[in-house]
């Protein structure tokens, strides 16, 4: 198992998008479903968004859905986070992670990244 790898965090302004990416070597990715979270400096990890091993079923997270988009590229194993209308709460460390099943709570996923900064300033 390799750790997947987290990109295109930054700093942007708030209303601006940014696009993530998270992208595994090998099969990493095969088969599970990929979920995107948060964690906030003093906060819990808190899911974002989650999708299917085919990318055709989501699940976001109420605060973001209509502004968040996930996507995946099987041939490229990789999975996508596109953020617009970016607000200040969104400012965490976002990571993505793998999972078997179709939940949200952060101990049933493995594969973890280092995860990539996102700062949204007001």
């Known amino acids: 198992q390799v750790q997947p790898v987290e990109s295109g965090g930054g700093l942007v302004r708030a209303g601006e998008p940014l696009r993530l990416s998270c992208t595994a070597s090998g099969r990493t990715f095969t088969g599970y479903n990929v979920g995107w979270f948060r964690q906030a400096p003093g906060k819990d990890r808190e899911f974002v968004a989650l999708l299917d091993y085919s990318g055709r079923i989501t699940d976001y997270q109420d605060s973001v859905k209509g502004r968040f988009t996930i996507s995946r590229d099987n041939a490229k194993n990789m999975v996508n986070l596109q953020m617009n209308s970016l607000k200040p709460e969104d400012t965490a460390t976002y990571y993505c992670?793998?999972?078997?099943?179709?939940?949200?709570?952060?101990?049933?996923?493995?594969?973890w990244g280092q995860g990539t900064q996102v700062t949204v300033s007001s």
């Open positions: 992670a793998r999972t078997t099943g179709w939940i949200r709570t952060p101990n049933q996923y493995d594969a």
